[in-house]
């Protein structure tokens, strides 16, 4: 009976928050908004949206770097896998990358902007020597006006999270059949893999670069942190909207939140351009006979594309820890001339509550999340159907949607409820987003358990709730606290639920980081962000030694 509830406590859950949140988004955009005097519908507040200086120059950034973002990320993730795929490079690639997906992408931006500043390691590191450069030069790299600093952080952030899913989607394709005879008829190794296996995989993926997508052209600690100022991306100015004291401005900031949903909207339609432009390509060479038979060079720079992103996000993330430790550091000095602790002694105060409510909301949502997740995949085990396309649409729901679409009315909502800036409501706005993530990566591990160990002990007499603790939970530990670790890594990154949600009054380290942002103060940055990054790399750290501890008079257990 409990299994059963699992299902549809995850539908309530994702598709409750969302239908309010949208609900009171639409309403407010065309004046409805009774708490303000709002009682007719209007257009009004759209043609003050479109009066707004530079909104279309807003919303084609957004549009752009969802965009761009998702094709390049794909692109070096896809011939990455096609010249590597069933090599030990593989292997090594992914134990370099798959630490960084836990990481928030707020902290992989400030690692960027440390980084590629005019007065960042770069710079100090082939100043003055091939420069010239004595002081800072006068570029403006990080907040550029054509967003490439923002379109960068994006990707490097992106690359691990399709690389994972591309991994995860391998070994449902013929890999070894396929590969000998696309050899056998002459084609080299990229060129076989993308005609013959490319296809088979990205319907795997296709959700996945769905949410990328989605979530670049609507992310907002990002563009705060990396992203243009003049204009700012869309989704940057409609924070800024919602947060004016000014409360006629949420009517403008709602209109704004539905045209950033037809924008996100649009990206994915021009999207399913082009992949129909990409399969009619594949179909022409595979016509034409073009195979490719030399391609040393590509696979080259694959490899070191995808080396190099991950060596930029561990620079970057070297160079913040190095600033929340030093002293004097005056350009072009490649170190400090001294170090200090004085920056931590500073923030610590202030950095107590904000951890306080960061382990708070992420140690409640998680565990929900995991649970919620362990009883869907019970439930399919008990009536042996899996979700389809429909079912998984709906879990990546909160993906595919741009967070300020439906959060802006959910903090609405909790306004007329009395719950705003309370525990529970920031605790489900994270759990909405947490749960896809924790059911996708419970998802596959828990398909792949051995079901002869459970029907044996069904034939000892062994109810279910045995069979599950004695011999589905040990097994399949180190998967269920790797989901958990996901999840609270999640937690940690959100931010514009826990601004809008929290209200100013629950803060945690992400939020606190990015209102940072605008300081300028390295130092006190670096140790924030050091934080961000070192939750969730402590949730993995329990997730890989706890079953090692507790099995450890089992060796086959701690594989």
Not at 123 to 142: C, F, H, K, N, Y
Not at 340 to 366: D, Q
């Amino acid at each position: 009976m409990l299994t059963r509830l699992g299902p549809a406590l995850v539908i309530l859950l994702l598709t409750g928050p969302i239908a309010f949140g949208l609900a009171g988004t639409v309403l407010p955009a065309f004046g409805f908004l009774p708490v303000l005097g709002g009682m007719e519908l209007t257009l009004r507040h759209f043609r003050d949206l479109f009066s707004e200086p530079a909104i279309f120059t807003s919303a084609s950034l957004s549009l752009t770097m969802g965009l761009a973002t998702a094709f390049i990320s794909l692109l070096t993730v896809m011939l990455f896998i096609a010249g590597y795929a069933g090599t030990r490079a593989i292997g090594r690639v992914q134990h370099l990358v798959s630490p960084l997906l836990s990481l928030p992408h707020a902290a992989a931006a400030f690692g960027l902007a440390f980084l590629i500043a005019p007065s960042g390691m770069l710079a100090r590191l082939i100043s003055p020597e091939l420069t010239g450069w004595q002081r800072p030069p006068d570029l403006l790299i990080v907040n550029d006006p054509m967003g490439l600093a923002m379109m960068a952080g994006l990707i490097v952030k992106e690359i691990p999270f399709l690389l994972l899913m591309t991994l995860a989607a391998l070994p449902q394709a013929p890999l070894p059949q396929t590969r000998m005879l696309a050899a056998s008829l002459g084609y080299g190794r990229m060129a076989g893999f993308l005609l013959g296996l490319w296809p088979v995989i990205y319907r795997q993926i296709r959700l996945p670069v769905f949410a990328v997508i989605a979530f670049a052209s609507s992310v907002v600690d990002v563009g705060i942190i990396l992203g243009p100022t003049r204009p700012a991306p869309l989704a940057v100015r409609l924070v800024e909207w919602m947060d004016d004291p000014d409360l006629s401005m949420r009517n403008l900031a709602s209109a704004g939140a539905l045209l950033q949903l037809g924008v996100t909207g649009l990206a994915l339609a021009l999207w399913l351009g082009l992949e129909r432009l990409g399969a009619a390509l594949c179909t022409r060479m595979a016509m034409h006979g073009w195979r490719f038979r030399r391609d040393a060079l590509i696979r080259a720079a694959a490899l070191a594309a995808m080396v190099l992103a991950a060596a930029i996000v561990l620079a970057g993330l070297c160079s913040l820890l190095l600033w929340s430790f030093a002293g004097l550091w005056q350009f072009p000095d490649a170190l400090p001339s001294s170090f200090t602790l004085r920056t931590w002694m500073r923030t610590l105060p202030s950095i107590l509550e904000p951890l306080r409510m960061t382990l708070l909301a992420g140690l409640l949502s998680t565990p929900i999340a995991s649970l919620l997740a362990i009883l869907c995949l019970m439930n399919e085990d008990e009536t042996r159907r899996r979700p389809g396309r429909g079912a998984l649409t709906l879990l990546y729901l909160p993906l595919l949607i741009p967070q300020v679409a439906f959060v802006f009315g959910l903090q609405l909502f909790l306004v007329y409820a009395g719950m705003l800036a309370t525990l529970p409501a920031l605790v489900l706005a994270h759990l909405v987003f947490v749960m896809p993530y924790a059911y996708l990566s419970l998802k596959d591990p828990w398909y792949a358990f051995d079901r002869r160990y459970d029907q044996i002990a069904a034939g000892l007499g062994k109810g279910r709730a045995r069979r599950f603790f004695s011999i589905r939970l040990p097994v399949m530990l180190r998967a269920v606290l790797t989901t958990a670790a996901v999840g609270f890594a999640v937690s940690v990154g959100l931010y514009l639920p826990t601004v809008l949600v929290g209200a100013g009054r629950l803060t945690t380290v992400t939020s606190e980081a990015v209102a940072l942002a605008s300081g300028g103060n390295a130092r006190v940055i670096g140790a924030y962000a050091f934080w961000q990054m070192f939750l969730p790399a402590a949730g993995f750290a329990v997730a890989t030694f706890m079953p090692t501890l507790i099995f450890r008079r089992f060796r086959g257990m701690q594989v």
